[in-house]
């Protein structure tokens, strides 16, 4: 097991994986005030259709509040988590396998038509003949990073 420690969280990517999360709640939340208004107004009880409408309120204000919510929670993370140090996540060792390659490099000679091509790249080249520069470098990719596909 590897130790990684979270340094920062995108701001954006952060409040997106939050109002994900939170789209189930209110729609829950909707269906729920939807039915209270109904059997409120059905039954010509107010009280029930009061909760009702401020259950449908509040499945509509609970997106933004939770939004901005996340963005605060998130800003606060990074701003503190430089001076005290960030979140600990342990990590299996054969994710971190790709740090063997040197991808740079590999893109670098194959930028520069001066310079010598290591046998990696000829590799490279040769089982990519019918695919573009770009198409190449994919595959080196792949070829150091793995394909990763979820079960």
Not at 3 to 16: C, D, W
Not at 29 to 52: I, P
Request: aromatic share 12%; proline share 1%; net charge negative.
């Amino acid at each position: 097991m590897k130790r990684v420690e979270v340094k920062e969280f995108g701001v954006g990517g952060f409040t997106k994986m939050v109002v994900y999360m939170t789209v189930l709640f209110a729609i829950i939340t909707l269906l729920f005030g939807l039915g209270l208004l109904w059997a409120g107004n059905s039954n010509h009880n107010g009280f029930l259709s009061l909760f009702g409408k401020n259950y449908i309120v509040m499945s509509i204000l609970i997106l933004p509040i939770h939004a901005a919510i996340a963005s605060i929670i998130a800003l606060i993370y990074n701003m503190f988590s430089k001076k005290f140090g960030g979140l600990v996540v342990y990590v299996d060792d054969d994710v971190f396998e790709f740090e063997e390659c040197d991808f740079d490099s590999e893109i670098e000679e194959n930028e520069h038509p001066d310079t010598e091509i290591t046998e990696t790249q000829n590799e490279i080249d040769a089982s990519h003949e019918h695919q573009g520069a770009a198409q190449a470098r994919a595959g080196f990719a792949e070829d150091c990073f793995g394909s990763y596909q979820s079960e």
